[in-house]
């Protein structure tokens, strides 16, 4: 579970929801890290050369909407409460420009030495799993209808497996016995369908996980 989920459980639904919403219209929403700094987020859409057009919002500033176009595309960078900021848009583009955020945030807790946060030095390799996985739960019947687990995973799981590795979970995790479906809904939500039970789902995930760590640690050799 996120920081960001367990401080503000009311709203981690409504993001839940938002993500579910998004991915059911073939969009993407994605709610950056908690206490994500405004200049790496203006820094990522300097580096795509985005063009802010409008803004909107609360006069209190409660909510704040603010239009960019990079190309022919459009992204909305919405900021709740001058505290939870969210990206709004197409999924290559989100997925793009979250990245990039994420990459300035991670360089700029990493040591003075170093040009990235080295996840792999400060959890080790093999990876343990009470590191990178919350627990199976059942899906909640309101928000993620139809549905019979999620799988939450933390949000330092990306930088540990690296890009390239981190995307292909979905499809690893897909090629479980037992897994009917399963759709990764935002960068820390997994939502399945599956006949197993929650730990012997959760095993044979992690398992797929560590493969995944094995295969970042050839690509960087």
Known sequence: MTLAASLFPMHDGISRFRSWFMA???RRYRELPLG???????????????EKYAES?????????????????????CTEDELFVSLW??????????RK?????EAARAPISTSKFDARAEYGFPPKIDDFFGEVEP???????GWDYTL?????????????QFASLEARFASTPGVYKIVHMDREVFLIRASLDPGRLRELLWQHFV????????DKT
């Not at 955020?101 to 945030?105: D, F, G, S, T």
């Open 89 to 98: 848009g197409s999924k290559a583009l989100v997925d793009d420009l979250y």
């Open 139 to 145: 899906a909640d019947s309101h928000y993620d209808k």
């Open 36 to 50: 994500t700094r405004r200049e790496h987020i203006e820094a990522a859409l300097s580096e795509l050369r985005a």
């Open 152 to 164: 939450w995973l933390e949000e330092w799981a990306e930088a540990y497996l690296g890009s390239g």
């Open 211 to 218: 493969e995944a760590a094995k295969e970042g640690v050839k």
């Open 57 to 77: 919002g609360t006069p209190a500033y409660e909510l704040n909407n603010e239009y960019f176009r990079i190309g022919r595309r459009t992204i909305k960078v």
């Open 24 to 26: 059911l219209i073939g």
């Open 101 to 105: 955020i994420v990459e300035r945030a």
